[in-house]
Nanobody, 122 residues
C-alpha cells in the first residue's frame, strides 16, 4: 500500500506562485510514475503534470511553461511548482502514483491523495 498526502494549497492572487508537495509513504519506489491532477467545481478531474521513473516530464498545454513537476526520491516527495497562476487554475489538486510506470492515464494511477485546494482570485 501507498499513502499520499498533499500540502501547500492556498488562496493567491492572479500572477502569484505556489508550490504543492506530496509526501508518499509505504511501498513506493523511485521508478513508479507519479502525477498531479486537478478538479474544479462542477468539472471532471483533469491531468496536470506527469513524471516517469527516469524523471521525464509531461504537461497539459494549459500549464506548460508555468508549472514544473519534480520529485525528491530521497524524501519520497513529489512537487508541483506553479507560477503565473490564473483564476482558471482554481481547483482541488491531487497527487497520484502508479504501481510501476505506464501511460499517463488516470485509471492506471492506483494511489491518490485526499487533495489540496488552490484558489486563484483577486
Amino acid at each position: 500500500q501507498v499513502q499520499l498526502v498533499e500540502s501547500g494549497g492556498a488562496s493567491v492572487q492572479p500572477g502569484g506562485s505556489l508550490r504543492l508537495s506530496c509526501t508518499a509513504s509505504g511501498n513506493i519506489y523511485p521508478n513508479d510514475c507519479m502525477g498531479w491532477f486537478r478538479q474544479a467545481p462542477g468539472k471532471e478531474r483533469d491531468r496536470v503534470a506527469f513524471i516517469d521513473g527516469d524523471g521525464d516530464t509531461r504537461y497539459v498545454d494549459s500549464v506548460r511553461g508555468r508549472f514544473t513537476i519534480s520529485k525528491d526520491t530521497a524524501k519520497n516527495t513529489l512537487y508541483l511548482q506553479m507560477n503565473s497562476l490564473k483564476p482558471d487554475d482554481t481547483a482541488t489538486y491531487y497527487c497520484a502514483a502508479q504501481k510501476g510506470c505506464g501511460a499517463w492515464w488516470a485509471p492506471l494511477f492506483a494511489y491518490w491523495g485526499p487533495g489540496t485546494q488552490v484558489t486563484v482570485s483577486s
